[in-house]
């Protein structure tokens, strides 16, 4: 299994390192079984976060045919302003949109051996790229009703577990996200090794379809 | 017409006519041409929805009033808060 954390310009650094640490621990926890990589569309080369200018190396391209996660983060940056003038995190977000990260997407939520995963606005940039129509999902709450707009069942739950799309809200859910990717994947033993190591424990229940009348 | 979204300002070219007593219409912005849909004309007030899917996915409804050769009015994406629409007869 392989996860892949897609960075793109002005993503949000705990979004990615969250989901980062917890799977590279889970990973050792199942003796290697578990490869993580930061990865982009355009293949390897240093990404600029939104926050003071910090940097990761992603070292691969994003690969839709590997099987395991695919993890979209949000982006960090200006909340209020005029989007004609100021990249807000709507506008940076949009930009995702526009790379050739979508076509790349749409293989991989094509591919039955892939879980699309995103945390905080990750699942925004998918829906204002059109791919999460009509699914159910969470974003960061500043952007639930940017969500609503683009035809996303919106759910409130920090972890939402829609099948092969598994979103989380803001920041500090990826780690909640990851957990739960952990647990459903390997096992709860995984997930619990993992929350001793790092001394924290998930909040909240994780949704799923399940017993939903719709 | 000029319309505000989370991403900034759109200019969108718009089209209403007539087929057989029936309006319909569609709106033209950055790279496609949408339908619109449940079109209603009362006196000089004019409502639609749209679905837009460039530059972004986005639901929007529309609310505005007809002055002569100019419109002024709003839209609304979801259950975000309205925003002022204008914009001029071509």
């Known amino acids: ?6 960075l793109f310009d002005g993503f949000d650094p705990l979004d990615v390192i969250g989901p980062f640490e917890v799977l590279a621990a889970g990973g050792e926890t199942v003796g290697g079984e578990l490869t993580v990589e930061l990865v982009t569309a355009e293949g390897p080369r240093p990404v600029v976060s939104g926050t003071l200018g910090l940097a990761l190396n992603a070292t691969a391209k994003l690969d839709p045919s590997k099987p395991g996660f695919v993890i979209v983060p949000g982006a960090s940056g200006p909340i209020e302003g005029d989007p004609d003038e100021v990249d807000t995190i709507p506008v940076l977000l949009a930009r995702f949109g526009e790379t050739a990260a979508v076509p790349l997407m749409r293989k991989a939520f094509d591919n039955p051996d ?4 995103t945390v905080c606005g990750g699942s925004l940039a998918l829906a204002m790229a059109g791919l999460l129509e009509g699914r159910n999902a969470i974003t960061h709450h500043l952007g639930k009703d940017v969500l609503d707009a683009t035809g996303v069942n919106v759910v409130d739950a920090r972890v939402v577990d829609d099948g092969d799309l598994v ?10 996200l990851a957990l739960h990717l952990l647990e459903r994947t ?18 909240g229940t994780v949704w799923t379809p399940e017993g939903d009348d719709e | 017409m000029a319309i505000k979204t989370p991403i900034g300002s759109l200019q969108i070219l718009y089209t209403f006519t007539e087929d057989g007593g029936t309006l319909v219409g569609s709106a033209t912005g950055r790279g496609e041409t949408v339908p619109l849909r449940d079109i209603r004309v009362a006196g000089q007030r004019t409502t639609w929805k749209q679905s837009v899917t460039k530059p972004m996915r986005l639901n ?3 609310d505005v009033i007809v002055d ?5 009015g709003y839209s609304k994406a979801g259950r975000l808060p309205r925003s002022t629409v204008t914009g001029v007869r071509r």
């Open chain 1, 167 to 176: 979103t989380a809200g803001g920041v500090t859910s990826g780690l909640d």
């Open chain 2, 68 to 72: 002569g050769d100019r419109l002024t």
């Open chain 2, 60 to 62: 929007l409804d529309f």
């Open chain 1, 114 to 117: 892939i879980i699309v995963a």
């Open chain 1, 186 to 203: 390997y096992g709860p033993r995984v997930a619990i090794a993992v929350e001793r190591l790092f001394e924290y424990e998930r909040r």
């Open chain 1, 1 to 6: 299994m392989h996860a892949q954390i897609v």
